[in-house]
């Protein structure tokens, strides 16, 4: 049972021009999601966060959006750049202070020059 | 400020034997989780402690078990360790902010 579903396994864009990578989610009780990105040999770095109570969130470059009635998210990275080519990770979280996190799959983005 | 610290980083193992793995936090946090991370599974929950106490529990057998210090440091033991558990672990720590966690670099656990 597969509660955080990322459904492309990769995605390929050009240098400049908009990443946009989705995530799904099944458990209506999740209420924090966020974004971790993962180069090879080293673990997942946090990138941006969003709470349920909001539908947008920006951080320079990197923006997530939420749509809670069709309990999907997305993350848009725009300008792409060559660094951006990692590894990345919708996950969500049930609250309550706790740590434990559902991650998807995760999703390849490959950027090219 | 130094990040998680894991060690060892790469070990390999027989079948049955068993492993611990350690996990240093980031100074000033209190919470340490450890993940799993294998091609097929992705990343999975194992466990999460906070201040010596065990606040969630992954579906993983009994074999898999963890402790944390008065320091905040952490140890995760798998005793009779089969093939299945070769993978990634990862120990992550937080202040207190929800989900957002710092991971270290992972131990990488190959059993034969």
């Known amino acids: 049972d597969q509660q955080v579903k990322q459904n492309s396994p990769s995605l390929s864009v050009q240098e400049g021009r908009i990443s946009i990578l989705n995530c799904d989610y099944t458990n209506s009780m999740f209420d924090y999601f966020l974004w971790y990105k993962k180069y090879p040999a080293e673990g997942p770095t946090f990138l941006i966060s969003i709470s349920s109570i909001k539908d947008k969130n920006e951080d320079g470059r990197f923006t997530v959006f939420l749509n809670k009635s069709a309990k999907h998210l997305s993350l848009h990275i725009v300008p792409s750049q060559p660094g951006d080519s990692a590894v990345y990770f919708c996950?969500?979280?049930?609250?309550?202070?706790?740590?434990?996190?559902?991650f998807g799959q995760g999703t390849r983005l490959t950027i090219n020059p | 400020k130094a990040g998680v610290t894991q060690t060892p980083r790469y070990l390999i193992k027989t079948r049955g034997q068993q492993v611990t793995l350690s996990c240093s936090p980031i100074?000033?946090?209190?919470?340490v989780s450890w993940y799993q991370q294998t091609p097929g599974q992705g990343l999975q929950f194992l466990f999460e402690y906070f201040s010596e106490t065990q606040r969630n529990k992954g579906n993983f057998p009994g074999r898999f078990s963890g402790r944390q210090f008065s320091n905040s440091r952490s140890e995760m033991n798998v005793s009779t360790l089969e093939l299945g558990d070769s993978a990634l672990y990862l120990c992550a720590s937080s202040f207190f902010a929800p989900g957002e966690l710092f991971f270290g670099e992972g131990s990488r656990l190959t059993v034969l």
């Open positions: 996950a969500a979280s049930a609250g309550g202070g706790a740590q434990k996190l559902v």
């Open positions: 100074s000033g946090h209190r919470s």
